[in-house]
């Protein structure tokens, strides 16, 4: 389905980021596994996106079905370079780190028709100096550059909105700071992370599109954009041996190393904001949500003096959920030290006031429904957690306990079959009852004819118990010549066992997927006899209704004269009869 050029991710409901389409989700629930903040609701075995998301981006790497995306905003990006308007990209410093061939992305996007290529990391350099000014005032402050983090802070962590910098991210400043320079440029920001579309929802009209590196491919697929100017936007992402990399432009005077290209790896921040200059003695950075998580959870905001940088994702944006996979984590942090230590323009955009930057944050905590004890045991029971001994907390179902999934259940976000031990128990009770239960003889034969598996029935039908039945050849059990095991058809034999004088319909199938056959003997021994007494008795009829003929026609002949008609309509129909039962 070909986008909406004029609804992209940075203009829809700021609660409907990150979207799911039905999948094959049965049993899997890595995405709620690795959601920081269990806003996935399942119903019905389908994963759905709640409003809580903070747009971390976990569910979309995780999800073997391909399940999770953002909606991209390539089509309104093609509307922007087709409508003759000047397009500026605001180009993240993390970029370093997501080509195959440093130095080939500028030249591609300035071929795909954007008028500049700037770089976000000049924003960077004013949000630092507000972020040491910040923190001069009041000693204490955690960094605003990650949206992920913000959010998350104001949705579990409210009581530390004052400790966070109160200022734009690079990019709504960067962003702000070239429509200042020129009011009627459109200005596009790419970038490694989903949540900077998010984060762009809450300033409308500011940036006119949102792209991940990923969607730059997007970009290409437009012949209108691309066509004429040959474009292979996979020479950005792959190394063109033919074509070296251009040599890097002479140094101009004025150009000089930018600290805020460090930005996108940890302790990139703490570096830009105190270049020059000793830290405070208590600085530290911490990436990956679950340890910003663990931080934040034991943090007082009234003590001790502290800059915090954190970022959710491990590593720092090079690691984002768009940050490519050119190279290894290592040799992106690399790259990025490299690309801040090489010659950057000076600047040449216009200085705002620190009040252009303000920001605001707002407590948006999810207030939890208190439910009663009883209520939690009630959905407890349901899911075979009888007593504390049955609550496993396994985590497999996605929430660190079960009493968090018996919540989760009255809550509507979670069913009660994403319990993995009691459904695997359920599931293995009820074969064992069907297959103990049964009255058929059940024997489970494996690929070189020996029995792995007997139920009751066949220990009963062979006399035997099941320690004395696995593990030996079948052949002990079976005629194999009456019983012929083959992968290609199934075979249906009755079968007579004369060490035990039973007989049975004996069925043999393979089942491929398990590798093993499946015999099943239904006991026909009683049947047998059943039917041998019923053939002895219509013997029986049969001739007593030939002694009676004999007698009649003896008879007749002494009586012929006087009941001669009535001797033959007898003889008839006994004749009839035993015809009759004969042929039965």
């Known amino acids: 389905m070909t986008p909406d050029p004029n609804r992209s991710a940075a203009h829809a409901s700021p609660s409907g980021l990150v979207r799911s389409s039905e999948a094959n989700c049965k ?56 409508s003759g308007e ?26 795909l028709g954007f008028s500049e290529i700037r770089e976000t990391a000049e924003a960077a ?27 998350l802070i104001e949705r579990d962590y409210p009581q530390l909105l004052p400790l966070l910098a109160g200022y734009d991210s690079p990019m709504v400043a960067h962003a702000k700071l070239l429509k200042a320079m020129d009011p009627s440029l459109r200005v596009v920001f790419v970038g490694p992370c989903y949540a900077k579309k998010k984060e762009a929802m809450a300033h409308p009209g500011l940036l006119d599109a949102v792209l991940t590196f990923d969607e730059l491919a997007d970009l290409e697929a437009d012949e209108t954009l691309s066509g004429a100017a040959g474009l292979n936007f996979s020479g950005v992402l792959k190394a063109r041996s033919a074509s070296p990399a251009e040599p890097p ?3 101009d005077a004025e150009e000089r190393e930018q600290p805020a290209r460090s930005y996108p790896v940890e302790n990139g921040v703490i570096a830009a904001t105190f270049a020059g200059q000793e830290p405070p003695e208590f600085h530290r950075a911490y990436s990956g949500i679950d340890l910003c998580k663990a931080v934040l959870s034991r943090l007082n905001p009234d003590e001790g003096s502290f800059f915090l940088e954190l970022n959710a994702c491990s590593g720092g944006c090079v690691n984002g959920p768009v ?4 190279c290894g984590l290592l040799e992106k942090e690399a790259r990025v030290r490299r690309h801040r230590l090489a010659p950057a323009p000076a600047s040449r955009l216009p200085r705002l006031p620190a009040e252009a930057f303000v920001r605001r944050f707002t407590d948006r905590r999810v207030r939890r429904a208190v439910h009663s004890e009883e209520a ?3 959905v407890l029971e349901k899911f075979g957690k009888h007593d504390p001994a049955d ?17 989760a259940v009255l809550e509507g976000k979670a069913e009660l079959n994403m319990c993995m031990p009691f459904m695997q128990a359920k599931a293995e009770s009820l074969s064992n009852v069907i297959i103990d239960k049964t009255p058929n003889a059940i024997l489970a034969v494996s690929e070189d004819l020996i029995v792995q598996e007997a139920n009751e029935a066949a220990c009963r039908f062979f006399d035997s118990n099941a320690r004395e039945m696995v593990d030996v050849p079948v052949e002990l059990f079976v005629d194999l010549e009456a019983v012929p095991f083959t992968k290609t058809e199934k075979i249906m034999n009755k079968v007579y066992f004369p060490d035990r004088k039973k007989t049975a319909m004996v069925t043999m199938t393979y089942l491929p997927d398990f590798r093993f056959y499946l015999l099943v003997l239904t006991d026909l021994t009683e ?31 002494e009586i012929a004269s006087l009941l001669g008609e009535t001797t033959a309509v007898t003889k008839v129909t006994l004749t009839k009869m035993k015809r009759l039962i004969a042929r039965d």
């Open 27 to 82: 049993n899997c629930y890595r995405c709620i596994r690795n959601c920081p903040v269990k806003a996935i609701r399942f119903k019905g075995n389908q994963a759905d996106v709640m409003d809580t998301c903070i747009a971390c981006g976990q569910c979309i790497r995780e999800c073997p079905q391909r399940a999770m995306h953002v909606p991209g905003d390539a089509a309104r990006a093609s509307v922007l370079l087709r």
């Open 86 to 111: 000047r397009v500026a990209v605001s180009l993240a410093p993390s970029h370093v780190a997501y080509e195959h061939k440093p130095g080939m992305l500028r030249a591609r996007l300035r071929e």
């Open 125 to 151: 350099e004013v949000v630092s100096e507000l972020y040491l000014q910040q923190f001069q005032r009041n000693r204490r402050l955690i960094t605003t550059a990650c949206p992920v983090v913000v959010e």
């Open 249 to 251: 432009p002479a140094r």
């Open 323 to 326: 940050s490519g996979e050119a």
């Open 376 to 378: 939690i045991r009630e």
């Open 391 to 407: 609550e496993l907390n396994c985590g497999a179902c996605g929430y660190s306990s079960c009493r968090d999934k018996a919540e």
């Open 527 to 557: 049947r047998e006899l059943e039917q041998e007494k019923l053939q002895r008795l219509k013997e029986e009829t049969i001739e007593m209704a030939q002694n009676v003929i004999d007698n009649q026609m003896r008879v007749s002949q």
